[in-house]
Structures are given as structure tokens and as C-alpha cells.
């Protein structure tokens, strides 16, 4: 049985690695889906669409940069004009610029924050209405490092960590309106933000990870279509690891 029929779901940063994967199972499971990226993205935004139409499902891509609000603003007006509603948004897009502190430069700083943690405040503030209206849910991207910590990350920790106050707190907010907000923490996840990762560390990874292997964005996206979905009915303001137990 699919469990999003009639639902549109919003996908921020989908035109590759997880974000991908995650419209992909969404299609799979009925839903409509708003597909989001930067504009250099526009080819692989193309090849994604296709690919869900070619399965028989319905997609619409729209290019916005998730860091600014008046560009999100006009995004969430698109998706409600072509679908007329939307229950399902989920933060995806996301960057990396590791360095430490000690070398950090204000712009790495910001750009990390704005990308990763402000999105989350542009997309879920400018989603609300509609959100309320359908009675449905928000998933954001945070990370395993941003609730361990991780070495060359505090910009991206920081973001990643602010994902989890966010989500808790408007999860108190919405609750009252039946929205349910959550977010899932992936460890370690085969994509183009992992794949410049030294060998070494891969191993290291691996070895920290009680199933000794890394993920894959198709692991992601199932946990994600669970929490959208009917059978998550009762979860919300909660931070789900997938990360093959590298948490614990
Ligand atoms: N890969 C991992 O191991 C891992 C682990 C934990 C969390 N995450 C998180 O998962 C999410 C997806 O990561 P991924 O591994 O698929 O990386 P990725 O680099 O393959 O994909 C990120 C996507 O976000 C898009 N994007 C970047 N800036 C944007 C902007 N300003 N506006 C709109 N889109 C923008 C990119 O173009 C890209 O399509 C990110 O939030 C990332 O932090 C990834």
C-alpha cells in the first residue's frame, strides 16, 4: 500500500546524494514532489524529475537557494500555486567547508550556518501556513557530528546541532496544530559531500560502526518516509540516528 498518496512533499537540496534518494522513496510512496536546488544544479534537478515521471509518479522542480529568504518566500508560493498544497517538507540541502577554528574564515563560518541552520528557519517559517492547513510535517537533515562533535566542524556541528533545538522546540509550537516536526541524524553516508573523505578515515569510520560498513542516501530516505508517513502518527520533536550504531 502506498502511505503518501494525495500528499506533495518539498525536498530541499534533491538534485543528487540523499536529497535525491529521499524524493525518489517519497514518488515511490505516492506523494507529488517539489523538487528543490541551486540553479548549477538544474540539469541533475532535470534527471531526477524524469526519472520520477518515468516511474509513473508526478514532479515539478524549483530552483531557489535555501540560505535566502525572499528566493525561499517565492519557492513555497510556486510549489502552493502548481500543487496547491504541501504536507511534507523536508530540509535536506546542506554544505560542508571543514577547517579548524584556528583557520576558520568568517565567510566559511557563515555560509555553513546560513546553508545548513537558516534554511531550516526560511523553509519551515515560509511552509507554516501551509503545514497547518494539511496537518503535516517537517524532517530535517541534522548529523551524527552535529550531536557528537567532530574535528574541522565547528561551523557545521553548530548548525547541524541548532537543527535539534530547532526541531524540539517547534515541535512544542506546532503540536497544538497536529504538525509534527523531527529530524534524523545519518552518520556516515556514501554521497559527494563523503566521497572527498580521506581512506583513512573511512576505515576508521567503518570500524566505529557497529555494522562496519557506511550507509547508503537509500537508508536515509527509508527512515524518512516512515517519519512523513501515517505509521510516524504519534513521533514528533525527535532526532532519529541512522548511522549504524557509530552513535553509540
Ligand atoms: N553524507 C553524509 O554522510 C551525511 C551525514 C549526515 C548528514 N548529512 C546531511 O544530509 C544532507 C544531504 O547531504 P548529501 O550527503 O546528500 O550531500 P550532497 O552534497 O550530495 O547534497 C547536498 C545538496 O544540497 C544542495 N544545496 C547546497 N546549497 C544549497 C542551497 N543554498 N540551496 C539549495 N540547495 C543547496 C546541493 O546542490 C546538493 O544537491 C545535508 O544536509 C548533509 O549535511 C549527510
Redesign the pocket.
Known amino acids: 500500500m502506498k502511505t503518501l498518496e494525495n500528499k506533495v512533499a518539498l525536498i530541499?537540496?534533491?538534485?543528487?546524494?540523499?536529497?535525491r534518494a529521499i524524493a525518489l522513496k517519497l514518488a515511490s510512496q505516492g506523494a507529488k514532489i517539489a523538487l528543490?536546488?541551486?540553479a548549477?544544479?538544474e540539469e541533475?534537478l532535470k534527471i531526477v524529475q524524469a526519472q520520477i515521471k518515468n516511474a509513473g509518479g508526478e514532479a515539478k522542480y524549483f530552483m531557489?537557494?535555501?540560505?535566502k529568504y525572499d528566493e525561499v518566500e517565492k519557492m513555497m508560493q510556486s510549489v502552493q500555486q502548481e500543487f496547491g498544497r504541501l504536507d511534507i517538507l523536508v530540509n535536506?540541502?546542506?554544505?560542508?567547508k571543514d577547517r579548524t577554528l584556528a583557520k576558520m574564515t568568517v565567510e566559511e563560518w557563515q555560509k555553513v550556518i546560513d546553508?545548513?541552520l537558516t534554511?531550516v528557519f526560511n523553509c519551515s517559517k515560509t511552509a507554516l501556513p501551509l503545514l497547518i492547513q494539511s496537518q503535516g510535517n517537517i524532517i530535517s537533515?541534522?548529523?551524527?557530528?552535529g550531536l557528537r562533535g567532530n574535528f574541522g566542524q565547528t561551523n557545521?556541528t553548530a548548525a547541524?546541532a541548532g537543527i535539534v533545538g530547532f526541531t524540539k522546540t517547534l515541535s512544542k509550537e506546532l503540536g497544538k496544530f497536529g504538525v509534527r516536526v523531527n529530524a534524523v541524524?545519518?552518520?556516515?553516508?556514501?554521497?559527494?559531500?563523503?566521497e572527498a573523505m580521506p581512506e583513512e578515515m573511512k576505515v576508521v569510520v567503518k570500524k566505529l560502526t557497529s555494522l562496519g560498513r557506511t550507509?547508503k542516501?537509500e537508508e536515509?530516505a527509508n527512515v524518512i518516509a516512515f517519519l512523513a508517513g501515517p505509521d510516524a502518527s504519534f513521533v514528533t520533536g525527535d532526532i532519529i540516528n541512522i548511522d549504524g550504531g557509530l552513535a553509540i
Not at 530541499?12 to 536529497?19: D, F, N, V
Request: charged content about 10%; proline content about 7%.
Open positions: 530541499t537540496g534533491s538534485s543528487q546524494g540523499i536529497g528543490n536546488d541551486i548549477p544544479q541533475n531557489a537557494d535555501v540560505s535536506n540541502a546542506g554544505i560542508t546553508i545548513n534554511s537533515l541534522s548529523s551524527f557530528s557545521y547541524k541524524a545519518p552518520g556516515f553516508i556514501e554521497s559527494k559531500m563523503t550507509g542516501p536515509v
